[in-house]
């Protein structure tokens, strides 16, 4: 994502080490086991923080588009838990 953000409009933290403890009110365990985003003063997570990106990446705007359906978003927060769940496994096999 970072180097199909070519207009830098989003700024991405690493949120790993101890200088992510200073980021975010947020406990560091939540920041790492899901996405967030902030977009307008708001912090979103999963689904919707993913939107939040894809509306900043030009190329990304149709999916955006999309998202914007309540019932999409849904279903697009539904599939990122089931990618949660599986990503133990993903990583290891990469």
């Not at 900043?56 to 769940?85: G, H, M, T």
């Amino acid at each position: 994502m970072r180097r199909m953000d070519t207009s830098k409009a989003v700024e991405f933290v690493d949120v790993s080490g101890e200088a992510g403890e200073a980021v975010c009110p947020i406990d560091q365990a939540q920041l790492l086991a899901r996405f967030h985003a902030s977009e307008d003063g708001q912090l979103l997570s999963g689904a919707a923080a993913f939107a939040a990106m894809w509306r900043a990446i030009p190329l990304f705007r149709p999916l955006d588009l999309l998202a914007r359906n309540r019932i999409v978003l849904s279903i697009l927060e539904r599939l990122y838990i089931q990618f949660l769940k599986a990503r133990p496994a993903l990583q290891r096999f990469f």
